[in-house]
């Protein structure tokens, strides 16, 4: 029964990859909540925190927190969990950016890239490269309303790939989240959690593939290689 004059419970809403989960109740004033712990077999890319109030569609996160300890079961996932990997921290990015992938490319390796597609915004470029070729070359081609996957090998591409699951993953003057999964056979590639495609390999010489080179019409705020 309803008690008069009683406030409904305060309730978080928490997402999984995008999508509603469940609505949690507070059991303690939220205020008072200061500081956050996560532990398991997991590997943290970031963290995130936005400011009170609501956030527009074209507005970056308020601070951005990089947690460099894994506890990771040996064997799992993440091959090496006592070696963080390389995080680059300076929230304005040189444009185009290039930098190694320390040992290259294997099975359960990952890639992670944040940033802003640029306002009016044409395209942007994402490439790991292996020498003077392109491994893998992921397009977003907003004139085209596409996102182009191909592979460039002396200086000739191959064969171009656009299908996707649903409708375009990127939005001009919006916030964006790539995780590119090196497998075996194949790159698993999502954006903002949600899986988009598989690209399989056409260089099979994964270590080779040790730099990532991003051009065009993006800010970049996170990189993990």
Known sequence: MAVSGAQP?????????GSFFVQYSHRVPFHLVDNISVSGAVQ??????QPPGVRTA????????????????????????????PVYQNPSYPMPF????????????????SGIVLPGAQRFCIDLRSGNDIAF???PRFNENAVVRNTQINNRWGTEERSLP?????????????????????FKVSVDGQHQFDYYHRVNNLTAIN????TGDVQLTHVQT
Do not use: D, R
């Open 9 to 17: 419970p305060y309730l978080s809403p928490v997402t999984v990859n």
């Open 44 to 49: 943290l890319s970031y963290i995130s925190f």
């Open 58 to 85: 074209n507005q970056a996160p308020f601070t951005q927190t990089i947690i460099h300890t894994v506890q990771t079961t040996p064997g799992q996932m993440f091959p090496n969990p006592a070696i963080p990997p």
């Open 98 to 113: 290039f930098t190694s992938i320390p040992g290259g490319l294997y099975p359960s390796k990952s890639i992670v890239i």
């Open 137 to 139: 070359h992921l397009n």
């Open 166 to 186: 649903g409708k375009m993953p990127f939005i001009q003057g919006q916030y964006f989240l790539v995780w590119i999964m090196c497998e075996g056979y194949c």
């Open 211 to 214: 730099h990532l080179q991003v």
